[in-house]
């Protein structure tokens, strides 16, 4: 019953991924650089630290994630938009910390815990972006 959920997420997640892209490239979204840059680093985080744990049921998910988002990060480089706030760089040294405590407990689990509850808070910036620039969004 797990591998069913995971195909399904996986498959939600691509089908999300690709109306984002889709959106980019037409103009349509314009998605702010810092915070895809921060959901880059918050998914290879999450990756590094499902490969620590030998985990091999979520890879594909997290897999899947971190592809659709390094893609996302480069097209904002060209069809983004800039500028940071205090709730990204808020973001920065939750991962920042969150990398800490995974080095310094040698705890792949709390790493992980620590890069999903990272990933919850990093939507922070997309949600308010969302709210005072509804024309950049689709």
Same mark, same amino acid.
């Given at each position: 019953? #797990?591998?069913?959920?995971?195909?399904? @997420? #996986?498959?939600?997640?691509?089908?999300?991924? @690709?109306?984002?892209?889709?959106?980019?490239?037409?103009?349509?979204?314009?998605?702010?650089?810092? #915070?895809?840059?921060?959901?880059?680093?918050?998914?290879?985080?999450?990756?590094?630290?499902?490969?620590? =744990?030998?985990? %091999?049921? =979520?890879?594909?998910?997290?897999?899947?994630?971190?592809?659709?988002?390094?893609?996302?990060?480069?097209? =904002?480089?060209?069809?983004?938009?800039?500028?940071?706030?205090?709730?990204?760089?808020?973001?920065?040294?939750?991962?920042?910390?969150?990398?800490?405590?995974?080095?310094?407990?040698?705890?792949?689990?709390?790493?992980?815990?620590?890069?999903?509850?990272?990933?919850?808070?990093?939507? %922070?910036?997309?949600?308010?972006?969302?709210?005072?620039?509804?024309?950049?969004?689709?």
């Amino acid at each position: 019953m #797990t591998n069913i959920f995971l195909v399904l @997420s #996986t498959f939600v997640s691509l089908m999300g991924f @690709s109306f984002g892209i889709f959106s980019i490239i037409k103009g349509k979204f314009r998605p702010q650089r810092m #915070t895809r840059f921060l959901l880059l680093l918050i998914s290879a985080l999450f990756v590094s630290t499902l490969l620590a =744990s030998k985990d %091999g049921n =979520s890879i594909y998910f997290a897999s899947i994630m971190l592809i659709g988002t390094l893609i996302m990060f480069l097209l =904002s480089l060209k069809k983004g938009i800039g500028g940071r706030s205090k709730t990204d760089m808020l973001v920065l040294c939750m991962v920042i910390g969150s990398l800490i405590v995974w080095y310094t407990t040698k705890s792949a689990l709390l790493g992980l815990l620590m890069s999903l509850l990272t990933d919850f808070l990093a939507f %922070g910036p997309t949600i308010l972006k969302a709210w005072l620039m509804p024309e950049t969004e689709d």
